[in-house]
């Protein structure tokens, strides 16, 4: 079936330091959504991401959508204490609106 | 809006019992997602309606588990009889649209079957 994969599964940086995310399907998405799920929480929604190639920035987040549309990329420049938590990639299927969840990257930063 | 609302927040049971969880969707929304979340299998989707019918139970485990949606602001999933495998965090979200929106998560079923 389909799957999607992430790496790192899990990153531990310091306070200040950039980290990535990437995120690689098995068969081409019609789309690439982002959540956050912060320890003890639900999944919520960051951004999506529809077109090949698409690159979109939200303040400190950067999100790339690859030119094949099997993968993608969450880079986050400057991490904060805030920005601890897990992140999801969330691919969708066809014209449905079913999306497969990526496996997560759990992000540490550590003050 | 209130957001997605579930209940139980969570819920434990022997072995066995049948298990009932709850959710009311975002008003207006059009889709409802049921996802469990375990650490083995991360987060999966169960099963999806769409105005009240359901498009896709492809991830439902086994006969055990049922979801209905008898109107557009209720739907539930149950589980009978609950297995100790069974325990994980469950998830129901809403979206709105044709298109792949977004989805709104509630704060979930912590389920543990001893």
């Known amino acids: 079936g389909q799957q999607v994969m992430q790496i790192p599964q899990y990153q531990h940086v310091q306070e200040g330091e950039d980290f990535t995310t990437y995120c690689n399907s098995s068969t081409t998405l019609s789309n690439i959504q982002w959540y956050k799920q912060r320890p003890g929480g639900h999944p919520v929604f960051l951004i999506q991401l529809v077109k090949s190639g698409e690159v979109k920035k939200q303040k400190r987040l950067t999100f790339q959508f690859g030119e094949a549309k099997k993968n993608s990329s969450l880079h986050i420049t400057a991490t904060q204490t805030t920005d601890v938590g897990t992140y999801f990639c969330?691919?969708?299927?066809?014209?449905?609106?079913?999306?497969?969840f990526g496996t997560g990257t759990l992000l540490a930063v550590q003050p | 809006d209130a957001g997605v609302i579930q209940s139980p927040r969570h819920e434990v049971t022997e072995m066995g019992q049948e298990v009932t969880l709850r959710c009311k969707p975002i008003?207006?929304?059009?889709?409802l997602f049921w996802y469990r979340q375990t650490m083995m299998r991360g987060l999966e989707l169960l099963i999806y309606?769409?105005?009240?019918?359901?498009?896709?139970d492809s991830g439902m485990p086994e006969d055990r588990f049922s979801a209905k949606m008898p109107n557009a602001s209720f739907s539930t999933l149950k589980i009978q009889p609950s297995e100790p495998r069974d325990s994980a965090v469950y998830f129901c979200?809403?979206?709105?649209?044709?298109?792949?929106?977004?989805?709104?998560f509630g704060p979930g079923t912590r389920l543990t079957v001893t």
């Open positions: 969330a691919g969708g299927v066809g014209a449905t609106n079913k999306l497969i």
């Open positions: 309606f769409n105005n009240n019918v359901p498009i896709d």
């Open positions: 979200a809403s979206s709105f649209g044709v298109k792949v929106y977004e989805q709104y």
């Open positions: 008003s207006g929304h059009d889709y």
